[in-house]
């Protein structure tokens, strides 16, 4: 699937749209992160949970408005490069808190910032700054023209969520599968 989305990123005129896409998850696992890891060892892409940082990385959902690209040897072009945005609205197995900011680490870590099933995680979600960004992120490309939602595997029990999605699929340049 996300090859897919690659070859399909590869293809497009950044001049018109950029060549990134936005993956919005309300799972905690790695999965994505590691088949993007995987597919790392022979595409060339950009993959952008979020953080930034080398041995102390700190999400900031301003980190999502990166593109990256290479440029020739004399400056003479510059070729925006496909990139992956995974933008986690209730967080992840490997996020958790340190002097108050939120550390992605490369593996799982023991207590994690997650926004667990409560029944509340409308709640949860909007009382902390960092899953409301991210969910605020995610409203914003939905409401965007010509925007595209395809859904998987989402059961529509985050009221708060699906209450976004009914919202989307008033815009009439939206297209949702």
Partial sequence: FIECIVDIL????????????NIFTTNYDLFIENAIN????????VFNDGASGYFYRVLDSVN??????YKGLNDNYIAEIPSIN???SHGSANWNIKDGKVIVSNTVVNQP????????????????DYFHDMLRIF??????PQSILLVIGFS?????IAKMFNRA????????F
């Fill in 86 to 88: 995974l933008i986690k």
């Fill in 64 to 69: 999502y408005n990166k593109v990256v690209a």
């Fill in 169 to 176: 699929l008033k815009n009439p340049e939206s297209i949702a």
């Fill in 139 to 144: 409203q914003l490309e939905l409401d965007k």
């Fill in 10 to 21: 590869e293809i497009s005129n950044s001049r018109q749209v950029p060549k990134t896409v």
């Fill in 156 to 160: 529509f029990q985050d009221k708060h």
């Fill in 38 to 45: 995987e597919l790392n060892t022979y595409r060339r892409i």
């Fill in 113 to 128: 910032m997650i926004v667990p099933p409560s029944g509340i995680e409308g709640q949860d979600t909007f009382m902390n």
